[in-house]
């Protein structure tokens, strides 16, 4: 099944990029700016050709994508990973396991934790979301070279390796 094409924004070349009122702050926030805004305009595209076509949730989808990526997870792991709240993903796993898209498992060495894992068709759905993901990438990054999509590759796990174990400074109280 391929996703449906996104709309194409016209690309601007960085030269071309209009002025904004970051170029005059400290690099370092121009930076965490731009990056935030990348993680909350994914979303559209995600949602709109990734998720929905598969009849997903956004937050259903991520969870996927997580079990399906990183194995068995519990909710508070979910939470932690995705930057969700935890009662959205307790919702979001009450809907997947009401679409048999997910099961329970015993975790041997903590009876407390409860894990999920991708069921047989839980596997079968993203399996299936791999190509709307691919497709999804390539009109994201149609003007990316190898060099520049192996490049933000590095750039982009660099630095989720540092924010994974992120924990905020003490307060100056």
Partial sequence: MRAPSLPRPSV????????????????????LVDVLKLATFVGAPLRGGVAEPLGLAPTDLRIILAL??????????????????????????????????????????????????????????????????????????????ARDRAAFRRAAARLLARMTPWEAPPSAD
């Fill in 12 to 31: 601007k070349s960085p030269v071309d990029l209009p002025r904004n009122t970051m170029d005059d702050v400290d690099p370092d926030a121009a930076l």
């Fill in 68 to 145: 399906g990526g990183d194995g068995e997870l519990a909710g508070h792991e979910l939470s932690d990973l995705m930057g969700v709240p935890p009662m959205n993903v307790s919702r979001a796993l009450v809907s997947l396991r009401a679409k048999d898209l997910i099961e329970p498992v015993e975790d041997p060495h903590n009876r407390r934790r409860k894990p999920f894992r991708l069921s047989a068709q839980g596997q079968a759905m993203f399996a299936r979301s791999v190509p709307a993901m691919a497709e999804m990438g390539r009109q994201l990054f149609a003007d990316f070279g």
